[in-house]
């Protein structure tokens, strides 16, 4: 309701509940429509509120600034459905085999899988200077901002700035989504390490162990079922990224097969099929990734 | 005793054997098929580093373009947040029917969770493609393509969160009497709300990055900005483009976590 | 007239699990009837039954002079907001206000726009207040519920089924996750609203002793069936025996203590 409030009675029934006995709403307060008031009195309610009109009114001002380029909407929904209907109700493979689908289908798989694996090593080693309960506060600060920035720069951006010097292949794609993966996991990582009690480092160092000792002793055996839920996560993720950054960039995979479909072969069955070889392929990864979850923990 | 002791001992160790070994063979396999040589990217690393710290700055020209830069940027930011508001919505009435917490009807129930399925597994590459012969090189392409993937993923989300916070008070409310739109408005909204604006928060944030991606596949927004100095070699324009993305996502972030700790 | 009539009830789950077989009961007005027995005896799903948030397999379900077993909709919202219900886990909207969820208790009796909105009366609101009052929670009104123990969140919960102006109140463990205080002051409070507002209560219980000193009936319930029903003073060592399927010994209860308890 409102968050201005008229006291309904005097000040004293509150401080005494003795006096309040005989009068009967002497707790409850009015709001400014002079009705009883309910709601409870939060910060975060207010918050949620002016959060909630905030977005409706970004939102309004983005459709009215955006520019539509005078297209005839319903001519482009009317086309649009057609082009879903040949995509997703018949797909079929021209240009290619069902091997070399599924071979491309595997470089994806592998370009993530690199990543993931690079990833998860570096943000291994930097979350333990990056998790303010075990490593230096400052030296927390710095490489958690480092790895704010490295993730602010979308993957497809790092893969293209490698690829200058690098050349537009796997080196630059898997560097790429490595940076992505990196950053990402090092947050991660550091809160689960951020969440360990503090007795437990306490006890350790109490007994003269080294940051080392702590590391193997408590870190990785209490943080260990966390660490393997968000790599296979972000496997998932980079499975996914790397199928885009092969249509984006051209990185190779069978994201590259679905790029030159669409945008080079205009063969809508095509994409189709290749569609539901990736949807397919990121059920599976989601049923194992599942799996393994309920497994660690 | 000591020999329970030893066996542990060696059961970790063979574990820890196995993980490791496995990853190595999964490490080589890759490779080979990617054809990626760990020496290529250890070798190319320092010299695309050295590449980013000198050639990859903006330069006077490309400050000549800021005004430019910014003009595109503002409207992939005001596109994720307009995508995320609406999917937002759609994904939370959708989730209404696909909780089982609400008990809507079994058929509508997997018809929900089927949905939510496709739009999230289908790539948004792919949306952006199939879009793009319909609408051309146009502000929507963009905006139904980031909002299919963002429907998907959040209505998901949604359902998980519905069925794992709400379930308890919609069952008391249940058993006042309530209807299902007292239930929605008293029980799921109040106890679904922190997690939900949470979700939307962290998906701006993301559509911010996928929007820059979409943009180089469909020629709008700030990802054909990139696209386009890039291709023309224009590198102090580009990595200016890139600055400009940084620092708004990292505004971005920093204003969702304020806004998560005081509205949890 | 009896207020509640279970015929030949039985529940099934997935047409195999029996969680309810023949279940036959009366129960009268200004009853306090405690339900025991062994977790997964089939006491909640029993309980569930009578405000139909579980339906029912087989048999009849007669309440306040009326066949309820397969009414739906809008009717069925109507029986519901005569039987308020406690949770163990309080089920309460944890960000709302404390007067917020109870004014939830006259949500079945209101139009829709005024419940989906949350607009109630001043007369409703000041009836919560009451009852609130009542209750001891007279300074709580405005706190959010996740500010609350345990102990008051139940109270509120007790607030808001009384809020329903119910003819019978089921209580399903209400206190099953409080300390011993706690779960005295709640057993009280059920006991007196019992007594004063003449609401018939039924609540489920697996500490032994604390059925004994409450309730004026017992209904011990073993494998989906009733195998006690009748007066606490009745209840011996060998029936807690069948309805627990161990050794009397083995429970920790004190039956004699319960016996010449408060009661």
């Given at each position: 309701?409102?968050?201005?409030v008229?006291?309904?009675?005097?000040?004293?029934g509150?401080?005494?509940n003795?006096?309040?006995?005989?009068?009967?709403t002497?707790?409850?307060?009015?709001n400014?429509f002079?009705?009883?008031?309910?709601?409870?009195?939060?910060?975060?309610?207010?918050a949620?509120?002016?959060?909630?009109i905030?977005?409706?009114?970004?939102?309004?001002?983005?459709?009215?600034?955006?520019?539509y380029?005078e297209i005839?909407?319903?001519?482009?929904?009317?086309?649009?459905?057609?082009?879903?209907?040949?995509?997703?109700?018949?797909?079929?493979?021209?240009?290619?085999?069902?091997?070399g689908?599924?071979?491309?289908?595997?470089?994806?798989?592998?370009?993530?899988?690199?990543?993931?694996?690079?990833?998860?090593?570096?943000?291994?080693?930097?979350?333990?200077?990056?998790a303010?309960n075990?490593?230096?506060?400052a030296?927390?600060?710095?490489?958690?901002?480092?790895?704010?920035?490295v993730?602010?720069?979308p993957?497809?951006?790092?893969?293209l700035i490698?690829?200058?010097?690098a050349?537009?292949g796997?080196?630059?794609?898997?560097?790429?989504?490595t940076f992505?993966?990196f950053?990402?996991?090092?947050?991660?990582?550091?809160e689960?390490i951020?969440?360990?009690g503090?007795?437990?480092i306490?006890?350790?160092?109490?007994?003269?162990?080294n940051?080392?000792?702590?590391?193997?002793?408590?870190?990785?055996?209490?943080?260990?079922?966390?660490?393997?839920a968000?790599t296979?996560m972000?496997?998932?993720?980079?499975?996914?990224?790397?199928?885009?950054?092969?249509?984006?960039a051209?990185a190779?995979?069978?994201?590259?097969n679905?790029?030159?479909?669409?945008?080079?072969?205009?063969d809508?069955?095509?994409?189709?099929f290749?569609?539901?070889?990736?949807?397919?392929?990121?059920?599976?990864?989601?049923?194992?990734?599942?799996?393994?979850?309920?497994?660690?923990? | 005793?000591?020999?329970?002791?030893?066996?542990?001992?060696?059961?970790?160790?063979?574990?820890?054997?196995?993980?490791?070994?496995?990853?190595?063979?999964?490490y080589i396999?890759?490779s080979?098929?990617?054809?990626?040589?760990?020496?290529?990217g250890?070798?190319?690393?320092?010299?695309a580093?050295?590449?980013?710290?000198?050639?990859?700055?903006?330069d006077?020209?490309?400050?000549?373009?800021?005004?430019?830069?910014?003009?595109?940027l503002?409207?992939?930011?005001?596109?994720?947040?307009?995508?995320?508001?609406?999917?937002?919505?759609?994904?939370?009435?959708?989730?209404l029917?696909?909780?089982?917490t609400?008990?809507s009807?079994?058929?509508?129930?997997q018809?929900?969770?089927?949905?939510a399925?496709?739009?999230?597994?289908?790539?948004d590459?792919?949306?952006?493609?199939l879009?793009?012969f319909?609408?051309?090189?146009?502000?929507?392409?963009?905006?139904?393509?980031?909002?299919?993937?963002?429907?998907?993923?959040?209505?998901?989300?949604?359902?998980?969160?519905?069925?794992?916070?709400?379930?308890?008070c919609v069952?008391?409310?249940?058993?006042t009497?309530?209807?299902f739109?007292?239930?929605?408005?008293?029980?799921?909204?109040?106890?679904?709300?922190?997690?939900?604006?949470?979700?939307?928060?962290?998906?701006?944030e993301?559509?911010?990055?996928?929007?820059t991606?979409i943009?180089i596949l469909?020629?709008?927004?700030?990802?054909?900005?990139?696209?386009?100095?890039?291709?023309?070699?224009?590198?102090?324009?580009?990595?200016?483009?890139?600055?400009?993305?940084?620092?708004?996502?990292?505004?971005?972030?920093?204003?969702s976590?304020?806004?998560?700790?005081?509205?949890? | 007239?009896?207020?509640?009539?279970?015929?030949?009830?039985?529940?099934?789950?997935?047409?195999?699990?029996?969680?309810?077989?023949d279940?036959?009961?009366?129960?009268?007005?200004?009853?306090?009837?405690?339900?025991?027995?062994?977790?997964g005896?089939?006491?909640?799903?029993?309980l569930?039954?009578i405000?139909?948030?579980?339906?029912a397999s087989q048999?009849?379900?007669?309440?306040?002079?009326?066949?309820?077993?397969?009414?739906?909709?809008?009717?069925?919202?109507?029986?519901?907001?005569?039987t308020?219900m406690i949770?163990?886990?309080?089920?309460?909207?944890?960000?709302?206000?404390?007067?917020?969820?109870?004014?939830h208790?006259?949500?079945?009796?209101?139009?829709?726009?005024?419940?989906?909105?949350?607009?109630?009366?001043?007369?409703?609101?000041t009836?919560?207040?009451?009852?609130?009052?009542?209750?001891?929670?007279?300074?709580f009104?405005y706190k959010?519920?996740?500010?609350?123990?345990?102990?008051?969140?139940?109270r509120?919960?007790?607030?808001?089924?009384i809020m329903?102006?119910?003819?019978?109140?089921?209580?399903?463990?209400?206190?099953?996750?409080?300390?011993?205080?706690?779960s005295?002051?709640?057993m009280?409070?059920l006991?007196?609203?019992?007594?004063?507002?003449?609401?018939?209560?039924?609540?489920?219980?697996?500490?032994?002793?604390?059925?004994?000193?409450?309730?004026?009936?017992?209904?011990?319930v073993?494998?989906?069936?009733?195998?006690?029903?009748?007066?606490?003073?009745?209840?011996?060592?060998?029936t807690?025996?069948?309805?627990?399927?161990?050794?009397?010994?083995?429970?920790?209860?004190?039956v004699?203590?319960?016996v010449?308890?408060?009661?």
């Open positions: 309701m409102s968050e201005v008229i006291k309904y009675e005097n000040a004293a509150k401080q005494n003795t006096t309040c006995q005989d009068s009967i002497c707790n409850l307060e009015k400014i002079g009705k009883i008031r309910i709601a409870a009195h939060s910060k975060s309610n207010l949620i509120k002016i959060l909630i905030s977005l409706i009114a970004i939102s309004t001002i983005a459709f009215l600034t955006f520019d380029k005839n909407f319903a001519e482009a929904i009317m086309a649009t459905l057609h082009n879903v209907k040949t995509v997703f109700l018949e797909p079929a493979l021209r240009r290619d085999t069902v091997m689908v599924a071979y491309q289908l595997f470089v994806t798989f592998c370009l993530g899988m690199l990543a993931t694996i690079f990833g998860a090593l570096f943000a291994l080693i930097c979350s333990l200077f990056c303010k075990i490593s230096h506060p030296a927390a600060t710095v490489i958690k901002s480092f790895v704010a920035v993730r602010a720069v993957t497809v951006l790092w893969v490698f690829a200058v010097s050349g537009l796997s080196v630059a794609a898997v560097i790429g989504l992505h993966s950053a990402y996991l090092t947050k991660v990582y550091a689960s951020e969440e360990i503090a007795g437990t306490e006890a350790l160092r109490a007994n003269g162990a940051f080392w000792q702590i590391v193997c002793q408590a870190v990785i055996p209490a943080t260990l079922s966390y660490i393997v968000w296979f972000r496997f998932e993720i980079n499975f996914a990224n790397a199928v885009a950054v092969g249509a984006a051209g190779g995979g069978i994201g590259y679905l790029y030159m479909a669409g945008s080079m072969y205009f809508l069955h095509e994409m189709g290749l569609t539901y070889v990736v949807v397919i392929a990121v059920i599976i990864l989601e049923v194992i990734s599942t799996k393994i979850k309920t497994i660690v923990r | 005793m000591v020999k329970d002791k030893q066996t542990i001992f060696q059961k970790r160790k063979i574990a820890y054997f196995t993980v490791f070994s496995s990853i190595l063979a999964l396999l890759s080979i098929v990617t054809e990626f040589k760990l020496t290529d250890v070798m190319a690393f320092p010299e580093a050295s590449w980013i710290v000198h050639k990859f700055v903006p006077a020209k490309a400050f000549t373009r800021f005004p430019k830069i910014m003009d595109r503002l409207e992939t930011a005001l596109l994720s947040v307009a995508v995320t508001s609406i999917a937002t919505v759609v994904a939370f009435i959708f989730s029917f696909g909780s089982r609400l008990k009807h079994g058929i509508l129930n018809a929900v969770r089927m949905t399925a496709f739009f999230r597994n289908v790539p590459v792919v949306w952006a493609m879009l793009m319909s609408f051309g090189q146009n502000i929507l392409t963009g905006f139904l393509a980031l909002f299919f993937s963002t429907f998907g993923m959040l209505t998901r989300s949604f359902i998980e969160t519905i069925d794992e916070v709400s379930s308890a069952e008391a409310l249940d058993a009497g309530a209807n739109a007292q239930i929605v408005f008293q029980g799921v909204i109040p106890s679904t709300v922190t997690a939900l604006i949470t979700w939307a928060l962290y998906m701006i993301t559509n911010i990055r996928s929007a991606l943009g469909t020629a709008t927004g700030i990802g054909y900005l990139f696209d386009m100095y890039y291709k023309r070699l224009e590198f102090g324009s580009a990595s200016l483009v890139v600055i400009c993305i940084v620092v708004l996502v990292i505004i971005i972030e920093n204003i976590n304020k806004l998560r700790k005081v509205i949890s | 007239m009896p207020i509640l009539e279970f015929k030949n009830v039985s529940k099934i789950y997935d047409n195999v699990t029996k969680a309810l077989e279940i036959n009961f009366t129960v009268e007005e200004g009853e306090f009837i405690s339900i025991i027995g062994p977790s005896a089939g006491k909640s799903t029993l569930r039954c405000n139909r948030l579980i339906d048999g009849e379900i007669i309440f306040d002079g009326q066949d309820i077993t397969h009414v739906k909709g809008k009717e069925l919202r109507s029986i519901r907001t005569k308020g949770f163990q886990h309080y089920n309460l909207v944890d960000r709302l206000s404390v007067i917020e969820n109870v004014l208790g006259t949500l079945g009796k209101k139009s829709t726009i005024s419940g989906m909105f949350g607009h109630y009366t001043e007369d409703e609101k009836r919560a207040f009451k009852i609130l009052k009542e209750l001891g929670l007279g300074e009104v959010r519920c996740d500010e609350l123990s345990g102990g008051q969140k139940q509120v919960g007790i607030a808001r089924a329903q102006q119910p003819k019978l109140i089921l209580c399903d463990e209400p206190i099953a996750s409080l300390d011993p205080k706690a005295k002051v709640i009280d409070q006991v007196s609203i019992n007594k004063n507002k003449k609401i018939t209560c039924i609540v489920n219980l697996h500490q032994v002793d604390v059925a004994l000193r409450y309730s004026t009936r017992i209904i011990g073993a494998s989906g069936k009733i195998v006690y029903d009748g007066l606490p003073e009745n209840l011996n060592q060998e807690i025996h069948k309805i627990y399927q161990s050794n009397a010994n083995d429970l920790i209860t004190d004699s203590g319960g010449h308890g408060e009661r």
